[in-house]
């Protein structure tokens, strides 16, 4: 073999490998938002957040939009300042938190995830239609969006649905099955536990060895739920988060928990308190 045809050869393999590994750079540029983004909470009032993926997925649960005191004034207004919903969760039945999630279904046509006894009576009595409703309960999980996972787990609590029968006129009760909460992960496997309404339960603890949720978000209101001195037990004794985020406080005066008497609660714990007011945005 010549020098020449020795020379040239191995500079065709080398520009080979050079272009492989542009190749293998790009691809994992292309692949780095999702996996390194960050997820981004927008606190809507009561239980209700519009969560964005770190793929960019918009994911909305517990929208009590319209009757809400704290929901944010753009979005009250106009729902299309929620954006484009990917993914609509609904913890149970009860009106500040199923709240207007039939109609940003419909509006977005966008599959309601919920208990399964609550979801059939939302089709039954025509509130959503058939193809927009998915029934799962506890420890089931589905996969509704690429990279993301949302899993039901335990929550003490009760469900009902109010409903304005048409053809009367007048208020009616419906049961809506058992409450539940969501493991919800992210595409970087960023997890959150949005608790839904509970009161305390031996096997938070259970959940979250399990899990293994890195940020939990806690309702301290009383009355209906958890207090803030039974939230932060759950939290320091049993749940031990890196980080957790009170709810369903400062939207009823039944509920009247607050987020300094969490605090104080809290003092001394290595978990981060992450407090938030309504239509604050904060990125993890």
């Not at 993926?53 to 207004?77: E, H």
């Not at 009355?223 to 037990?233: G, Q, V």
Request: glycine share 10%.
């Amino acid at each position: 073999m010549t020098l020449t045809r020795w020379l040239q050869l191995n500079c065709a393999a080398a520009l080979t490998a050079v272009t492989l590994l542009g190749l293998g750079a790009t691809a994992q540029a292309q692949t780095t938002p999702a996996a390194n983004g960050k997820t981004e909470m927008l606190w809507l009032g009561q239980a209700g957040f519009r969560i964005k993926s770190p793929g960019g997925k918009i994911i909305v649960i517990d929208p009590w939009l319209k009757g809400g005191p704290k929901t944010p004034a753009n979005i009250k207004a106009d729902f299309s300042a929620l954006g484009k919903i990917d993914l609509l969760l609904v913890t149970h039945g009860h009106v500040d938190h199923l709240g207007d999630a039939p109609e940003l279904a419909k509006l977005n046509n966008t599959v309601l995830y919920g208990p399964a006894d609550m979801v059939t009576p939302l089709i039954t009595l025509g509130l959503i239609p058939a193809n927009l409703g998915h029934r799962f309960n506890k420890t089931g999980n589905v996969k509704p969006l690429p990279g993301i996972k949302v899993t039901a787990v335990a929550a003490e609590h009760s469900s009902l649905i109010v409903h304005t029968n048409p053809a009367t006129g007048k208020l009616e009760s419906h049961p809506a099955g058992e409450a539940v909460g969501y493991i919800i992960e992210m595409e970087n496997g960023f997890k959150i536990w949005h608790m839904g309404d509970t009161g305390l339960f031996g096997d938070m603890k259970f959940i979250s060895e399990r899990y293994k949720p890195d940020l939990v978000l806690m309702p301290i209101g009383g009355n209906f739920t958890m207090d803030p001195e039974d939230a932060a037990f759950a939290a320091r004794t049993w749940i031990q988060p890196k980080m957790v985020m009170p709810m369903h406080y400062n939207s009823n005066p039944l509920t009247k928990g607050t987020l300094a008497e969490f605090q104080e609660a809290m003092k001394g714990s290595p978990i981060k308190v992450v407090p938030m007011t309504e239509g604050q945005t904060v990125e993890f």
